[in-house]
């Protein structure tokens, strides 16, 4: 049973003129730590002097607060661009326009390959968006796992980040190549919207790294090989990709749930 201090002695533990030996005083403050009844007690015992000096130290520390320096203006811009891009994406994204414009090029040098910017096109956003999500990449993952925003929501703002370079580096080098646009671009969103889609599965590095894999061994060897485009890439399969595009899309927001963590552990 938990004996209390008698009102006389917090009384005159609160009493800073009364002598109380220092063994008493430890087992009042060690009683008062745990006990929030006595805690009561001793706050409603408080002499006039020390609400005084409460009173003048609250005002102190107000004073200091409004004479203190401004608090630091939120720098919109900064604010902007630190949600929409992700500077772990740059290199990545360096790399994706320089393997485009080497495309291009090998396409003037030797014209009797196959396209080759109608062949990395599916591909060329997945770099960026295997960076966009994976604690990997992400230097400050712990903090934005940490944050509400995270998710999916997190995830389209950098794909969008992605294609915002991608997909004008593409239409540059469809238009340098005679390729059409749209075989060029449809294919660039369909593979991004299935990185998504697959990646709430098996998170979205390994997804887009699965996807380029074996882009690159069912289509883009085999083209070259033959030096002819596949099916895929004729004039004729635009609706098919602009099909999928959509059921893809559609598939990936209803996973957004899958998206809370950040993907790829290793
Ligand atoms: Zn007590």
Do not use: K
């Not at 919109?76 to 485009?100: K, N, Y």
């Not at 703002?157 to 469809?174: K, M």
């Not at 671009?185 to 699965?210: D, K, N, Q």
């Amino acid at each position: 049973m938990t004996t209390h201090p008698s009102p006389a002695l917090i009384a005159r533990y609160a009493d800073r003129e009364a002598r109380l030996d220092e063994v008493t005083m430890w087992s009042v403050e060690l009683h008062l730590d745990t006990c929030s009844r006595c805690r009561a007690l001793l706050a409603g015992g408080t002499t006039d002097d020390t609400r005084a000096l409460l009173d003048r130290v609250a005002a102190g520390v107000d004073q200091g607060i409004v004479g203190g320096p401004a608090p630091a203006p939120r720098r919109r811009l900064a604010v902007l661009l630190h949600r929409w891009a992700a500077w772990q994406l740059a290199p990545w994204l360096g790399m994706t326009v320089a393997v485009l414009g080497c495309a291009v090029l090998l396409g003037v040098l030797a014209p009797g390959l196959p396209s080759l910017v109608a062949l990395l096109a599916p591909v060329a956003p997945l770099p960026g968006v295997a960076v966009a999500w994976t604690r990997r990449y992400d230097p400050a993952w712990e903090l934005i796992a940490g944050t509400p925003s995270a998710g999916l929501g997190m995830l389209l703002r950098r794909t969008a980040a992605v294609l915002a370079v991608v997909v004008p580096a593409l239409a540059l080098a469809s238009g340098g190549t005679g390729v059409s646009l749209a075989l060029t671009l449809l294919p660039c969103l369909a593979f991004t919207a299935l990185s998504i889609a697959l990646g709430a599965f098996v998170g979205v590095r390994h997804a887009a790294v699965g996807i380029g894999a074996a882009w690159a061994l069912a289509v883009v060897t085999p083209a070259v090989y033959t030096a002819e485009l596949p099916v895929l890439l004729q004039p004729g399969s635009v609706r098919g990709w602009a099909l999928l595009t959509v059921v893809l899309a559609g598939f990936a927001a209803t996973r957004a749930g899958a998206f809370r963590r950040l993907s790829g552990l290793n």
